[in-house]
């Protein structure tokens, strides 16, 4: 029991399945840090995968994308699989947003290509549409023309009757 040895990894992860089970997520997610602390080898349970996109799921919420973006990596850990990709993928848009507009260019070009590799065919999904559209953008405004051509060649490409943004004019 945690009172007895609380060195222990076992109790900590067993308490926290057992949170897991009530759909006590944040108390599942504080046993199984504690579980990690202890012992970062320990074997964790993929059922903690479900805690972990609670908290995303909360995170995006509240705006903190960051730690969206953290849960739904670990989530994956745990379980591949597990975190749908749209979601997965808009977190690193949003991200890609907030750090276009504070000026972090290249902080965003990556987060746009994290999210372009997470989407599937341009041709059926119209987010990664608009994250390839908005990674142009970005890349023009670092001054990588070429690779912001190329984006926009591949939006066209799956909308050909889209309109295009006259900021890139």
């Known amino acids: 029991s945690i ?3 609380p060195d222990q990894p076992g109790p900590y992860h067993d308490r926290g399945t057992i949170a897991l089970r009530k759909q ?9 840090d504690q579980t990690l602390t202890i012992d970062p080898s320990y074997a964790v349970d993929p059922r903690y995968a479900d805690a972990f996109l609670f908290r995303a799921r909360k995170a995006i919420a509240a705006g903190a994308l960051d730690i969206a973006i953290s849960d739904f990596a670990t989530a994956l850990k745990y379980r591949p699989g597990s975190v749908p990709a749209a979601g997965y993928a808009d977190c690193y ?22 999210a372009d590799q997470l989407s599937k065919a341009p041709e059926a ?8 559209y908005r990674r142009a953008i ?5 001054g990588a023309h070429e690779e912001a051509l190329a984006d926009l060649a591949q939006v066209l490409a799956a909308k050909p009757n889209l309109t295009i ?3 890139l004019a």
């Open 138 to 142: 970005a890349r023009a405004n670092e």
């Open 24 to 32: 006590d997520f944040d108390g599942a997610l504080r046993d199984l």
């Open 125 to 132: 999904d119209g987010e990664r549409v608009e994250a390839l």
């Open 93 to 114: 848009r949003r991200r890609a947003k907030e750090r276009q507009g504070k000026g972090m260019i290249n902080e965003a070009v990556a987060d746009f290509e994290a």
């Open 165 to 167: 943004d006259p900021v």
């Open 3 to 5: 009172a007895i040895d």
